[in-house]
């Protein structure tokens, strides 16, 4: 059984920041909502009906917040769970993965009840999502795997990229539909093949990089923030070669969560002493805003429709930016 509990806006929204000028002009607009359940809320991702999902990864639940009325709807699930991500199908269907228990949870929120898939030697299922061919790929960091699991007949494969333990993290879809991951304990990101389950790697610009999330842009190239070094990062499937920009916080700015926007810019976290989103257009190789938020932001998502990145801090709130 779900439990379910809802609080109104004013119980929950505790704190938030006004509109922040970013660097050369831009202007950008931040807000950020205090989550009173705290437990470490992260990996924002909205649902068809304009609803922003998000876990509270040590609360062991997960959540709504509608943008329209300021309210949170919580939803308890299995005890032992520890949710790492979530994402809604176009179905409205919830997905998140169970990274201390190894399963997916699957939840209709319009009353059909939790459903859950285990998911074999991928024992924490990390970070998810949809190919658009009714499948999910997710990453699980410490058991070395990569999953793909059938959301209709709930049959899941696993590949192991990596001879050695490679940390599988971030995961992304490039625009001929192939997954890529960031493996967090090399210098290197793999490409999977969908059709043979076949392992391609690519090395980062340098030996020390670590990297925990990448995003790959309209012409194909991969990005990566690396973490170990400050610095972010680009690759060239087609040639191998390699290029790095060093952050705005310097050799210490631990780059973390990556994505990007409607006009191909890349977004990523700085989570070192200084906690700031920095932007950067791959067209002019700039980086061209700079906007401190409340904490560290481990993952965030690009809502097109509304032209809003969706993020979740340490800081245990939710937090929305529209860059114009």
Request: proline share 6%; with cysteine.
């Amino acid at each position: 059984m779900v439990k379910l509990i809802t609080l109104a806006c004013a119980a929950l929204v505790l704190a938030w920041t006004a509109p922040v000028a970013a660097q050369q002009g831009s202007n950008v607009d931040l807000k950020e909502w205090a989550v009173d359940w705290g437990g470490r809320t992260r990996d924002p991702a909205v649902a068809p009906d304009g609803k922003v999902w998000f876990v509270g990864q040590q609360g062991n639940y997960i959540a709504w917040f509608d943008p329209k009325t300021e309210q949170f709807k919580r939803y308890e699930i299995e005890e032992g769970t520890n949710p790492h991500s979530i994402n809604i199908d176009a179905n409205g269907i919830v997905w998140y993965t169970g990274n201390r228990n190894g399963r997916i949870g699957r939840l209709d929120p319009n009353g059909g009840g939790l459903r859950t898939i285990m998911t074999g030697e991928a024992t924490d299922p990390h970070t998810h999502v949809f190919d658009g061919k009714g499948n999910i790929w997710f990453t699980a960091q410490g058991a070395n795997r990569i999953g793909r699991l059938n959301m209709k007949t709930e049959k899941v494969d696993l590949i192991t990229p990596n001879e050695t333990p490679s940390n599988p993290y971030g995961i992304v879809l490039d625009p001929q539909g192939n997954p890529w991951v960031a493996l967090l304990r090399t210098n290197t990101v793999a490409k999977i093949d969908p059709n043979t389950l076949a392992v391609t790697k690519f090395k980062h610009a340098h030996e020390a990089s670590r990297s925990r999330r990448i995003e790959v842009t309209s012409d194909g190239m991969i990005w990566y923030g690396d973490e170990a070094r400050g610095y972010l990062g680009r690759i060239n499937p087609a040639t191998g070669e390699t290029k790095e920009w060093q952050a705005p916080g310097g050799a210490g700015a631990r780059p973390y969560a990556l994505t990007k926007d409607d006009q191909g810019r890349l977004w990523f976290s700085e989570t070192g002493p200084v906690k700031q989103l920095v932007g950067f257009d791959p067209k002019t190789e700039k980086f061209f805003a700079t906007v401190p938020v409340s904490g560290n932001i481990r993952h965030m998502q690009f809502h097109a429709p509304t032209k809003a990145m969706w993020f979740g801090t340490d800081a245990n709130k939710i937090g929305r930016i529209i860059a114009k």
